[in-house]
């Protein structure tokens, strides 16, 4: 497995800005997760995705929260007009499909936002 | 909502085993327990999972509990490279992780 990538590893940006991440699923891997994390606390869910249709959004995720899986490979997660809030680290995580071998998460290295 | 319950952090000496413990009382027969860990500034690792058997595999050794309301993780010869957040979860698979506080495992020289 070459592993999860995330891109940008870090992300400064000013309030009001809007701020597009990407990630790369391991291949064959028909699912993949957003998860939000701030200091001290455990990933949050955000979103996940089967193949290119997004199954599931989490309450956190408000109207400025965008994330797309065009052709069921990479993800890319929009946050429009950011707010110091949405200061965080944002994790991406794949997994293959149910029942294959057995189920477990692949998490990337996040990426890392703040917002001045 | 997080449906397990694990101290906020533990001590453990290098060389020692590490047993992290996690209550999960309300656990239903379709779901998993797995655990992940999370060393600073990474993303979270899945170490290992079950259903009802207790469960080794080259990290760790899961225990679980007749009755299922509960399980540990061991870590039988802890190292430096130990140290980091551990969480217990309990998964319905094919849905979501939910992650809680999980624990701080800190292993001293």
């Known amino acids: 497995d070459t592993g999860v990538s995330q891109d940008p590893r870090h992300k400064i940006t000013k309030r009001g800005q809007n701020v597009t991440f990407r990630c790369d699923p391991i291949?064959?891997?028909?699912?993949l997760y957003w998860y939000r994390q701030t200091l001290g606390q455990g990933p949050e869910f955000l979103t996940y995705?089967?193949?290119?249709?997004?199954?599931?959004k989490s309450r956190l995720l408000s109207d400025r929260f965008s994330a797309e899986r065009p052709k069921g490979s990479f993800s890319t997660l929009e946050i429009q007009r950011t707010e110091q809030g949405d200061s965080a680290m944002y994790l991406c995580?794949?997994?293959?499909?149910?029942?294959?071998?057995?189920?477990?998460?692949?998490f990337g290295s996040g990426t890392q936002l703040s917002v001045l | 909502d997080a449906k397990t319950t694990q101290p906020t952090s533990m001590d453990c000496a290098e060389g020692r085993a590490a047993n992290l413990p996690c209550n999960h009382s309300?656990?239903?027969?379709?779901?998993?327990v797995y655990w992940y860990r999370q060393i600073h500034s990474q993303g979270p690792q899945y170490i290992i999972h079950?259903?009802?058997n207790n469960e080794t595999n080259e990290m760790a050794s899961l225990i679980i509990t007749e009755d299922r309301k509960s399980s540990t993780l061991i870590l039988p010869h802890a190292t430096l490279r130990d140290t980091a957040v551990y969480y217990c979860?309990?998964?319905?698979?094919?849905?979501?992780?939910?992650f809680g506080q999980g624990t701080e495992l800190s292993v001293k020289p």
């Open positions: 995580a794949s997994s293959p499909p149910a029942g294959w071998r057995y189920e477990k998460l692949f």
């Open positions: 291949s064959e891997h028909n699912r």
């Open positions: 995705f089967q193949n290119e249709a997004q199954l599931e």
């Open positions: 309300t656990i239903s027969g379709n779901e998993y």
């Open positions: 079950g259903l009802k």
């Open positions: 979860i309990v998964y319905n698979q094919g849905g979501k992780l939910i």
